[in-house]
């Protein structure tokens, strides 16, 4: 059975070494792939892979996040998170937080360790 | 992903379809899926990546309840379509597209792309990787994919999935949690099976990034 979120929202890039920042533009506009099997006749995922974009100078930076407790963060159960623990310190960047050009890499420090999770 | 360095990056944009960073020191351009420079003052530099955990935050809160979390602005916030759950739920045949979702794992002289949406037929896959027996995982949700390899104190077992969504392992009927690889209860009770680090791309960009990748099955 699969998690339901009961929403419509932005089209998904949920997957984490992509490129969100194209296929937010284009999913957007949910038109289906050509090709498809022929059991299954919905959405599917786009060519994005001759998708050019870049912005002159880059994007901000994302530096100093804003990191909360667990209790104070206000998630839902079934939201996706990317999990890492270091040095013994554990902490979740939730997807959800981490679409669109800006969101997509942090600098963080976790355990000690600069890190920069990305999406 | 998770790379650690000590500079500070950001966002190009795309270029062919892959997510491009930059770094503020060198303004170096690095590939995101590669997490290497590819132009630049950088050029040539890998970054060293971190296993990292993708799945629920009920999940994660129940390994880690001591875990903080990193945070935006609610407007910021946008969950996901069911769409792309669905279309890897349903769409099981058909050849593999340009943008289809894999889990891809990268040895030294192989690799191997797993289509998330064949995987979702089966939800435990058990075969070889460099050698190594592995075992690779997708949750009932979808939400989560781990790779384990399949070795304990040099025995290969046999998984299944059990209703309750854990592992057992044929030769001593041990259960293991399917996440964090522990052996919960029977003979191999608190031993872990070691994680292979396992990631998610879309395969016209995994394959850019190892054109040598056997998509599994076929």
């Known amino acids: 059975m699969m998690t339901q979120t009961g929403l419509t929202d932005i089209r998904p890039l949920w997957w984490p070494t992509l490129v969100a920042f194209g296929a937010a533009f284009s999913l957007s506009c949910a038109v289906s792939a050509d090709e498809q099997s022929e059991e299954y006749d919905g959405w599917a995922p786009q060519d994005m892979s001759q998708f050019t974009r870049t ?43 981490m679409n669109g050009p800006m969101h997509e890499v942090v600098n963080d420090e976790l355990g000690g360790l600069p890190i920069a999770p990305t999406w | 992903m998770f790379d650690d360095k000590p500079y500070e990056f950001g966002v190009l944009g795309a270029i062919k379809g892959m997510l491009t960073l930059y770094d503020k020191q060198t303004n170096s351009r690095w590939s995101q899926l590669f997490g290497r420079a590819i132009e630049g003052p950088m050029e040539g530099h890998q970054l060293e990546r971190l296993p990292s955990t993708m799945t629920t935050w009920e999940q994660w809160r129940q390994l880690h309840p001591q875990t903080t979390v990193y945070v935006k602005p609610k407007a910021y916030y946008r969950r996901f379509a069911t769409d792309h759950f669905e279309y890897i739920a349903q769409a099981a045949s058909g050849p593999v597209q340009v943008d289809d979702l894999v889990l891809g794992l990268e040895g030294h002289a192989q690799a191997r792309a797993y289509l998330l949406r064949r995987l979702a037929q089966q939800r435990l896959v058990q075969d ?41 392992d044929q030769e001593t009927s041990s259960l293991w ?25 879309v395969w016209f960009a995994w394959h850019s990034y190892r054109p040598d990748t056997h998509i599994h099955g076929e």
């Open chain 2, 128 to 168: 070889t990787f460099e050698d190594a027996p592995i075992l690779v995982y997708l949750s009932a949700d979808l939400s989560t994919v781990r790779v384990f390899n399949r070795e304990v104190e040099g025995q290969t077992l046999q998984f299944a999935l059990t209703e309750d969504e854990n592992l057992r």
């Open chain 1, 55 to 97: 912005k002159e100078g880059g994007f901000p930076l994302n530096v100093d996040p804003k990191i909360l407790s667990a209790t104070e963060a206000d998630l839902a159960e079934d939201d996706l998170v990317m999990g890492a623990v270091i040095n013994g310190e554990a902490r979740a960047y939730p997807v959800n937080y």
């Open chain 2, 177 to 201: 949690h399917p996440v964090t690889g522990e052996s919960i209860q029977g003979p191999h009770k608190g031993k872990k099976l070691t994680g292979l680090i396992a990631r998610y791309a």
